[in-house]
């Protein structure tokens, strides 16, 4: 049975991305329970949507391959539904129960760039993933 924790959230997708779509692209990672692309008012997708799979690994599996990829000519951000990238602080993203805190320092190299060097930092939920140094 499929439950929110196997709800992925979509963003970035054309206006012209439906249900059928997803059905598409996302069974190759699991068994799909759910597919939500059009507003409930309007029947008109507006760019976002949901993918719920039956099982949890199924949909980090899922989230972990097609985040960045392209759907109906257009980069999508998939994310745990209930998340977004808008709510994160700075430097701040979840994946797949693992916490990834960067700090980020910048030097101005011109008037319009700047160097930029990111040094990671992780945490996770799971005690046997840990990293050493």
Do not use: W
């Amino acid at each position: 049975m499929a439950s929110e924790e196997g709800k992925l959230s979509m963003g970035g997708l054309s206006f012209d991305t439906n249900e059928q779509s997803l059905e598409q692209v996302f069974p190759k990672y699991g068994q799909i329970s759910k597919v939500v692309v059009k507003d409930r008012e309007t029947q008109r997708s507006r760019g976002f949507g949901f993918v719920t799979f039956e099982n949890i690994d199924d949909a980090k599996d899922a989230m972990v391959a097609m985040s960045g990829k392209s759907v109906g000519g257009r980069q999508i951000r998939v994310d745990p539904a209930g998340t977004s990238s808008d709510n994160r602080a700075p430097g701040d993203y979840t994946a797949v129960g693992v916490r990834l805190v960067a700090t980020v320092t910048g030097a101005q190299v011109g008037p319009t760039e700047t160097a930029v060097t990111v040094t990671p930092h992780t945490t996770s939920k799971n005690p046997s993933c840990s990293r050493s140094s």
